[in-house]
């Protein structure tokens, strides 16, 4: 797999580069539970979902950012595969083929995770403050 920066996978996808971002961060591609904002994302290999798996193509807007209009887009090579699952605190499942990896990139805060093979659950985070709520970013 080749190592990235956030400006190439910015780039990639014709995303301008916030200044006080570092362009030349290389992103690392992990298996294990992430989190990026308002979201988590948590490996689920073994699970079975109902629902059908779509090529992620030119970018898939996972989350619509609530307080700053910044988005979570995930983005991936030929092999990454997107469901919308919307159950719960689970927005999707995400499905990564060997050889393959998947960025999920935040537009203008949080930088760019990246994830290697395997399949994942993307959740939004909830949080206590008058009432249980999700986190909005």
């Not at 992620?56 to 209009?69: I, L, M, N, R």
């Not at 995930?74 to 605190?89: I, T």
């Not at 393959?100 to 403050?129: F, Q, V, W």
Request: charged share 20%.
């Amino acid at each position: 797999m080749t190592t990235r920066t956030f400006g190439d996978l910015l780039g990639r996808h014709s995303i301008e580069i916030p200044a006080h971002l570092m362009a030349d961060a290389e992103v690392p591609v992990l298996s294990g539970p992430q989190r990026q904002g308002d979201l988590m994302v948590v490996p689920a290999d073994g699970y079975a979902y109902p629902v059908e798996f779509a090529p992620v193509g030119a970018g898939v807007q996972v989350v619509h950012g609530e307080a700053t209009g910044n988005t979570h887009w995930l983005h991936g090579d030929a092999g990454v595969q997107w469901a919308r699952l919307d159950r719960g605190q689970v927005v999707g499942v995400v499905d990564v083929a060997e050889g393959s990896a998947a960025y999920l990139i935040h537009t203008d805060e949080h930088g760019c995770n990246g994830l290697a093979p395997g399949r994942y659950e993307i959740r939004r985070k909830r949080e206590m403050a008058e009432e249980i709520r999700m986190v909005a970013d």
